[in-house]
């Protein structure tokens, strides 16, 4: 693979960025097979790997730490802070204690000695920016992670990140991880702008929409069985309207990619590939087979009358469901916060 520079680091980075979080108890328990998984990843040219502490509460981090000894120096590595670990209020968030506690737990479960990227996988309202960028500053002074990035941020956050670390004189986000797909565009209208502004590497996630770009949802068929519909229903429910419109669009989509030659996980792929703003997509293969379908991706070029008839299908700057954006404010979920 031909690879791209992540933001303005002048690190290079495969176009695909290979994801964990399938591997372990929320997708793929078998620690042996998720090892081969990400083996034939890194032998297709795949260099970068991403990862959570909380997929599976630290298991995808070792399997990933299993999986890169002796391979360590052939990746960059990814991982994130914020979500609860284990039982306590101050086990989760943005805080200067609770991410200065976790790096060396990822560290241990990583066998490394230091991470490439650590993403705060979603803002934390109860902690000042500068609070935990300070923090990440540190960490990177120390050695222990070489950059840090957001995960999921809305777009006044970023600038926020971006303007806090310049008045402040610390690092500042290099990375943004949004949801991005066909059927998820809504960054399409700031987010992604506010990060080719400022310098930003982007890496998508979930550009299969969560499965729904895989082929396997079609009108008139009965929906697959998954362990994400499982643990969140309101993205795969099909008695709600927003996920009728998706499957609208999706059966829309396969009929293109039919028309143009492709499998609809190549055409959903290589849409979020074209977008000048992102730097590589994260896909999350389960399966060997699911890996093999996606890595071809790389080399696949839509004609702009392909992307043309993608926008008729899903304008630009749309998200279908709500639920797809993977971040509600406090604002919108506590009412509280609405009312005097």
Known sequence: MDTRTLGRTGV????????????????????????RIIHRALDAGITFVDTADVYAQGESEEIVGRALQGRRDEVVLATKAHGQMGEGPNRQGNSRRWLVREVEDSLRRLQTDWIDLY?????????DTEET????????????????????????????????AKERGLSRYVTEQPPYSILVRG???????????????VLPWSPLAGGWLTGRYRK????????????IPARFDLSLPDNQRKLEAADALAVLAEEAGLTLVHLALAFVLRHPAVTSPIIGPRTMEQLESQLGA????LSDD???????????????????????????????????
């Open 220 to 231: 008139g068929q009965e929906p697959p069985t998954s362990s994400r519909a499982a643990r």
């Open 298 to 301: 790389v080399d696949v070029v």
């Open 119 to 127: 993403q705060i996988h979603r803002p934390d309202p109860t902690v």
């Open 133 to 164: 960028l300070s923090a990440l500053t540190d960490l990177q002074r120390a050695g222990k992670i070489r950059y840090f990035g957001s995960s999921t941020f809305p777009a006044h956050e970023v600038v926020e990140g971006q303007w806090v």
């Open 187 to 201: 960054v399409e209208r700031d987010l992604l702008p506010v990060a080719q502004q400022h310098g930003m590497g």
């Open 12 to 35: 290079q980075v495969s176009p695909l960025c290979l994801g964990a979080m399938m591997f372990g108890a929320w997708g793929n328990p078998d620690h042996d097979d998720s090892v």
């Open 306 to 340: 392909v992307l043309d008839r993608i926008d008729e299908i899903v304008p630009p700057g749309t998200t279908l469901a709500a639920a797809d954006a993977g971040y509600a404010p406090p604002s919108l979920t506590d009412a509280s916060l609405r009312r005097r």
